[in-house]
C-alpha cells in the first residue's frame, strides 16, 4: 500500500501530532511519501495559464509541482493536513491546490484520481477547522475524488501539544486511530466507487468539452477529453 502524505505546514506542532498518530496504524505495513509546504512547493501560481493553455510540464514550478503529482497518482490512499488559519487552510497549502488547478474536472482530470480516497486533517483554535478542510475538499472534488474522510478538531488555547488536557488527548487520539482503523481495512486493489455528485460534475463538464471542440477543435482541454474517450462512451471511472 502506498500513501501520500500533503502536510499544509512544516511546523512539527498539534497538527503533526494528530497526522502521526493517524498514520501510526501504516507504520511498518505502508509505503509512506510526505511533502512539507512551502518547502516542497515554495512559490506561488504565477497566473500565466501556459498549464491551461499549453502544457503543464512548461510551468515555471512543474520541477516541485509534477513531482507532487507524480507521488498522489501512484498512491493509494492521500493524506492532506492543515491547521486553520484565519478559519482557512495555510497560505502554503492554498499555493499547492492553485498549481493543480489544471487538473480541475473542466480541465484535465488525472483518471487515476476518479479511483482515490483520501483523508483530511484539520485542527483550529475554537472554529475554522472545518472551513479549512473545506478548502482542501473543493479541489479533491473537482479532482474527481469521491471517497474523502475529514478528521477536525476544536482547541481552545491549547496551541502547544503537551499542554492539551490529558483526557482530551486521548479522546482525539481514540478518534484518528478509529478512522484510521477504517481506511485501513479497505481494499485497496479495489478502486473507490465514484459518487452520484462527481458523475454529475463529470456529465456537465463533457456537455461543456463537446461543445467548445465544436467551436475550437484544436483547444488544448477539448483535446484531452477527445483522446481519453470521455467525449464518447469511456469513463474515467470504469477500469479499462
Known amino acids: 500500500m502506498k500513501i501520500t502524505v500533503i502536510n499544509g505546514s512544516e511546523k512539527r506542532g498539534v497538527t503533526d501530532r494528530l497526522k502521526e498518530i493517524f498514520l501510526g496504524k501504516f507504520r511498518g505495513e505502508a509505503e509512506i511519501t510526505e511533502f512539507f509546504l512551502p518547502r516542497d512547493c515554495p512559490n506561488f501560481c504565477a497566473g500565466c495559464t501556459v498549464c491551461f493553455l499549453k502544457d503543464e510540464h512548461l510551468c515555471k514550478d512543474a520541477a516541485y509541482v509534477q513531482r507532487i503529482e507524480k507521488a498522489m497518482r501512484n498512491a493509494d490512499l492521500l493524506v492532506f493536513t492543515s491547521p486553520a488559519y484565519v478559519f482557512h487552510t495555510t497560505g502554503a497549502m492554498k499555493t499547492l491546490l492553485d498549481h493543480f488547478g489544471y487538473r480541475w474536472m473542466p480541465h484535465r482530470p488525472a483518471k487515476e484520481?476518479?479511483?482515490?480516497?483520501?483523508?483530511?486533517?484539520?485542527?483550529?483554535?475554537?472554529?475554522?477547522?472545518?472551513?479549512?478542510?473545506?478548502?482542501?475538499?473543493?479541489?479533491?472534488?473537482?479532482?474527481?475524488?469521491?471517497?474523502?474522510?475529514?478528521?477536525?478538531?476544536?482547541?481552545?488555547?491549547?496551541?502547544?501539544?503537551?499542554?492539551?488536557?490529558?483526557?482530551?488527548?486521548?479522546?482525539?487520539?481514540?478518534?484518528?486511530?478509529?478512522?484510521?482503523?477504517?481506511?485501513?481495512?479497505?481494499?485497496?486493489?479495489?478502486?473507490?466507487?465514484?459518487?452520484?455528485?462527481?458523475?454529475?460534475?463529470?456529465?456537465?463538464?463533457?456537455?461543456?468539452q463537446k461543445n467548445l471542440g465544436k467551436q475550437n477543435p484544436g483547444y488544448t482541454d477539448y483535446l484531452y477529453w477527445k483522446n481519453n474517450g470521455w467525449t464518447g462512451a469511456k469513463r474515467p471511472w470504469k477500469q479499462d
Not at 486533517?121 to 474527481?144: E, F, H, N, P, V
Not at 478528521?151 to 486511530?177: C, G, H, N, Q, Y
Open 113 to 208: 484520481m476518479f479511483s482515490k480516497r483520501a483523508v483530511i486533517i484539520t485542527q483550529c483554535l475554537g472554529a475554522g477547522g472545518k472551513s479549512a478542510a473545506k478548502d482542501i475538499r473543493d479541489s479533491l472534488s473537482w479532482w474527481g475524488i469521491s471517497r474523502i474522510k475529514v478528521v477536525s478538531f476544536k482547541l481552545m488555547s491549547e496551541v502547544v501539544w503537551d499542554r492539551i488536557p490529558e483526557t482530551k488527548r486521548a479522546k482525539m487520539t481514540e478518534k484518528l486511530e478509529k478512522a484510521a482503523e477504517q481506511m485501513r481495512k479497505i481494499d485497496y486493489a479495489k478502486p473507490a466507487r465514484t459518487g452520484f455528485m462527481i458523475r454529475m460534475k463529470f456529465c456537465a463538464v463533457r456537455m461543456l
